[in-house]
C-alpha cells in the first residue's frame, strides 16, 4: 500500500460520536435507564440527556466499574476493544445499541452472538466521528471517515431485523 508506514502509523481509538447520530436512532432507542458506558469526552452521554433519556454517564471502566441500576447500553465503544466488549455483553445479557463497523458483523465475536437475534441499523450516511488525540482534536484532522457503520441492537425489539434508515 502506498505512502502506509506501519512503523509510523499511528493507533487511536478515541472517536467521538456527533449529536446526529443519537437523533438520527431517538425513536428507536426504549425510555429506559441508559448506560453510555464510554465516557470519551462526556459528550455523548449530554446529548442523549439533552433527548431526553435517563443516561448514566460517568468515567469509570467498562469491564471492572459498571453500574447495576441501568436497563439498557446506548454507546460508541473503542473499536480496537470490540472483541473484549461483546464478551463482556455476553455476561452482562442486558439489552444495547452499539455503533461499530459495519464489517464487525463478520467476525466471530459478533457472529457469537447469532442466537441471541443481534438487529441492525442501517445509517443513511456515513458517521463522521470526531478524533481526539490526548484529549485533544488535532490541528489537521478533517472529519470524515472512510468506513461504514451498523448500530448493533439486542434485546431493543426493533419491528424489523434490519431498518434501513432515510
Known amino acids: ?18 449529536k446526529h447520530a443519537w437523533e438520527d ?35 469509570r471502566d467498562f469491564f471492572t466499574q459498571y453500574p447495576h441500576d441501568y436497563d439498557l447500553i446506548v454507546s460508541n465503544p473503542p473499536f480496537g476493544q470490540s472483541k473484549a466488549i461483546m464478551n463482556k455483553l455476553l455476561e452482562f445479557n442486558k439489552p444495547f445499541i452499539l455503533i461499530m463497523p459495519s464489517s464487525k458483523i463478520n467476525t466471530s465475536y459478533v457472529r457469537a452472538w447469532k442466537d441471541k437475534k443481534i438487529q441492525i441499523i442501517i445509517p443513511r450516511k456515513r458517521i463522521h466521528f470526531k478524533k481526539l488525540v490526548n484529549g485533544e482534536v488535532p490541528e489537521d484532522y478533517k472529519s470524515y471517515c472512510n468506513f461504514d457503520c451498523f448500530y448493533y441492537c439486542y434485546g431493543i425489539g426493533l419491528p424489523n431485523d434490519i431498518i434501513w434508515l432515510e
Do not use: C, R
Open 25 to 59: 436512532i431517538k425513536q428507536y432507542i426504549p425510555k429506559k435507564k441508559i448506560w453510555e458506558a464510554f465516557y470519551g469526552n462526556g459528550e455523548s452521554g449530554q446529548y442523549l440527556t439533552e433527548m431526553g433519556f435517563d443516561v448514566i454517564h460517568e468515567e
Open 1 to 18: 500500500m502506498a505512502g502506509f508506514h506501519t512503523k509510523t502509523f499511528t493507533k487511536h481509538d478515541d472517536y467521538m460520536t456527533p
